[in-house]
């Protein structure tokens, strides 16, 4: 079954303390992303990468990491994470950034004390 | 700065009835503009995706039109079920020209409410 995973999905943790989630795909898709969605704001882009080793930052980077060293895995890394990262995060991959069929992973709600 | 707008931000419609969301955006160099459905607490789902040089495009109930000289787009939902009671989100690509490729921005969502 063709589908992005995230893990975990659900998390709480405490100010400071290094976390990645991780993202994984199988479908061969060369593009992924990160976003972030609060309410009231909607989903925002963290960061995406084109390829391997070929990442840039969306809308809201500050914070966060990622790396890309293989095609199916783009963790989303957050050194020292802060309350105002507790949000919802969606991991998302599609054939190219103008191919419609971009997949959601489940989601993870991240809770920053 | 480039920006998407919906509305309404949300509208509750009876099942079978017909309704419209808009999508206006600024954004420059434009890609493709994207809706999306998303149930509570679940990922956006893809219904369309069209770019410049595209006006209409259907996925089975759901119509998305596009006026890329305005910079307006709607989604159409036509005799409408329970199930289409979900967010839905416009999403416009910004199309760069380095390799790097594409940003996304994202409008805020329209919440629609479907009642029997």
């Known amino acids: 079954e063709a589908q992005v995973t995230q893990n975990p999905r659900y998390l709480i943790t405490v100010t400071g303390k290094k976390l990645t989630v991780t993202c994984s795909q199988n479908m061969n898709h060369e593009y992924m992303s990160w976003y972030r969605q609060d309410p009231g704001l909607g989903l925002r882009q963290i960061y995406y990468?084109?390829?391997?080793?070929?990442?840039d930052k969306g809308d809201v980077p500050e914070g966060y990491k990622v790396s890309r060293k293989e095609k199916r895995n783009f963790p989303l890394i957050l050194e020292s994470p802060s309350p105002n990262q507790t949000s919802l995060y969606f991991c998302a991959s599609s054939l190219s950034p103008t191919t419609y069929e971009q997949y959601f992973g489940p989601g993870t709600r991240l809770t920053v004390t | 700065k480039n920006q998407v707008e919906q509305s309404p931000q949300s509208l509750i419609i009876l099942e079978g009835k017909n309704c419209t969301l808009q999508c206006n955006y600024t954004v420059s160099p434009f890609s493709n503009l994207r809706w999306y459905k998303q149930d509570t607490g679940r990922g956006p789902v893809s219904l369309t995706i069209m770019t410049f040089s595209e006006n209409t495009k259907s996925n089975g109930r759901y119509t998305a039109t596009l006026d890329a000289d305005t910079k307006q787009s709607s989604l159409h939902i036509t005799a409408s079920q329970l199930s289409d009671s979900a967010s839905y989100i416009c999403v416009v690509s910004v199309g760069m020209i380095k390799a790097a490729g594409n940003k996304l921005t994202f409008g805020g969502g329209t919440r629609v409410l479907v009642k029997p």
């Open positions: 990468s084109m390829n391997v080793e070929v990442t």
